[in-house]
């Protein structure tokens, strides 16, 4: 990163995101621009599509619509974990370019209901995986079950005994718990071998519990925590831990799903994305760690070069982040579809303005 | 309580409701007609309108509306604490009839902007109440302030701290911690002295932070919390502790500010309330407790004549709860204002089949 001498712009690599929803359909084709716009050319798209991409044939084919979209992206392919993922179809997805595979235990989020019940039925196939040097993605979550006193507030901590047991059963698969949201997977992960990695979201580091109760378009799975969770990753970004780094969990949904009688859960980064971060990272005093988490840390772990070419500049240059965006092909104004930001109508103090 | 031989139909006396708003205007005159639907002919009414009840004569202009709209009801009037209550207001209050004075710390629900920051101000006018026997409701929360590490899930815990100062200040002052949702209220109500009661919703006994998070017509201050908390609102309910009672919060909103960008907090559970209560209390084997919750217990500890006169009778005839209402002057469809209750559109097992 370098910095003119009076911070007024700073310029950084392109930057990477470990965790992003483009959807598909005319959603996939209003987002996927926006991750350049966002300062993003690496990006980690995920598979919980409908149908969800099971089979490596299909993630290839997805990946080739996501390309047309965005030809300078560098896009990073996953399937969701499901029976046909046989130790061979493990291999052949390895063999195709397919980077990781995304574990939704049932029922957590946006399309899990396909999800895992049972992680020891998977044992065969996360052996494969870490025979082909294959990436495993965690949405850490036990599903809600009030007869057992798990709630979507402990639920991430109840998932942790199985994070260390998958990482225990095969050390040299390299895992990451994504979306962390609370301290004890801060310090879970921390307390773990080095092929275990965290991602974390912008919005986790903005927003806590009082932020999304009452205001659906902060409501996402996990849920926001406690001001005390909050400060821990906070923390562990300041300190600069290699094994934290960016993945938005951007998860665009129209407007009218946001806001209705059951919003859905996901909130959209992807626009603004390094906006926000220079813009936290500036507040809380730590730009010289920026780079690392916005980019190399997670490079680093995903066996990319460590430095994609090119560059972004941001300048200090307030920018209020648009009311919404209208969905391809919807018609333009309030009869169209929409997608509603993070932040909307709120004036970040950074912005992108200049791409080389 | 009679119930018949094969326990299809159950008589209680009409029931109490010691926490319930009933606003003003259209909604006013849409909601109070509802309280005798919902079982209930004694209601303890909110002083949070706009602008809020302040004055002895605007609380009894206030109850003469509400009468008028339910002319069977006992409406027990409110203040809202504001520096308007001196000692002497205290005393004009008392000798008009007015029961009790509400508490809200500042901002930390519907109309609380015109809250508490400071208690201990308060102090000569709770020692006025105190000799004059009112009863002082406290909107048990602390504002959030994520630097002290407050929030929406430990405010209700971080302010019993307050209710013990309080009542060991002014150990005559009969005080209500109103719609508790944690284990640590009920645990701290439970040790303090005769003088300190404790209401609970009938949506805190049904609900965990699992139901409100993406629902906004199950979203209200207090959220609801733990299954472990909930837990413990069921049990002392169960137990038939006497200085805990029924205050249901029934808090309506129209259905367009339930369901926007941002959903306001409240419950609306007054036309449904006593079926609510003898389904749940059935399923938790426990109606033999039901009358000293939805009655007696409130009734004593407010110095009301134990039996109202009347009954009610309910059926096990099982309904479906409405969509929504139409309120009051509004056309009558999909263009007009509506409330939408609490479980529309489900089935509840009994209902109130005869009135006396």
């Known amino acids: ?14 930057a990477s995101d ?13 987002v996927t621009p926006m991750v350049e716009q966002g300062g993003v050319r690496t990006v980690l798209a995920m598979p919980n599509l409908t149908p969800p991409l099971t089979t490596a044939d299909m993630a290839v084919e997805y990946g080739k619509s996501l390309q047309k979209l965005a030809p300078d992206v560098h896009f990073i392919l996953t ?38 019940l049972d992680f020891k039925a998977y044992y065969p196939t996360f052996s494969a995986m870490q025979d082909a040097g294959m990436v495993l993605c965690l949405h850490g979550e036990c599903p809600s079950d009030a007869s057992k006193g798990i709630c979507i507030l402990n639920a991430e901590e109840r998932f942790l005994s199985t994070l260390r047991e998958l990482h225990q059963e095969f050390p040299r698969l390299r895992i990451v718990l994504e979306h962390a949201t609370t301290k004890a997977a801060v310090d879970c ?20 519990i009082d932020d999304w109760a ?46 209705g009688e059951k919003p859905a859960a996901g909130v959209f ?17 730590c730009l010289d760690k920026l780079e690392g988490f916005i980019s190399s840390h ?15 500049t941001l300048t200090r240059a307030p920018f209020k982040v648009p009311t919404m965006y209208t969905i391809a092909g919807s018609d333009q104004g309030d009869g169209g579809a929409t997608v509603v930001p993070f932040m909307a109508e709120t004036e970040i103090p950074w912005s992108i303005t200049r791409t080389e």
């Open 214 to 259: 009452g205001h659906p378009h902060h409501f996402c799975k996990p849920v926001a925590k406690y001001p005390h969770d909050r400060d821990a990753l906070r923390e562990v970004v300041k300190s600069g831990h290699p094994r934290f780094f960016l993945g938005s969990d951007s998860a665009p949904h129209p407007r009218s799903a946001k806001q």
């Open 79 to 116: 399937l969701y974990l499901n029976p046909k993922l046989t130790p061979d179809e493990i291999k052949k997805a390895a063999a195709s370019g397919i980077t990781a595979v995304k574990v939704y235990p049932s029922g957590v989020t946006t399309n899990s209901e396909w999800g895992v």
């Open 189 to 208: 992960v921390k307390s773990l071998g080095e092929t275990v990695a965290c991602t974390i979201t912008a919005h986790h580091l903005y927003i806590t």
């Open 298 to 312: 997670g490079r680093k772990f995903y066996g990319l070069s460590e430095k994609p070419s090119g560059s972004i």
């Open 18 to 30: 470990f965790h992003c929803h483009l959807r598909q359909g005319p959603m996939m084709e209003t």
């Open 269 to 285: 980064t992807t626009p603004v994305l390094i906006p926000l971060m220079v813009s936290l990272f500036e507040s809380m005093g």
């Open 1 to 14: 990163m370098t910095t003119n001498t009076d911070a007024t712009t700073i310029t950084l690599p392109w």
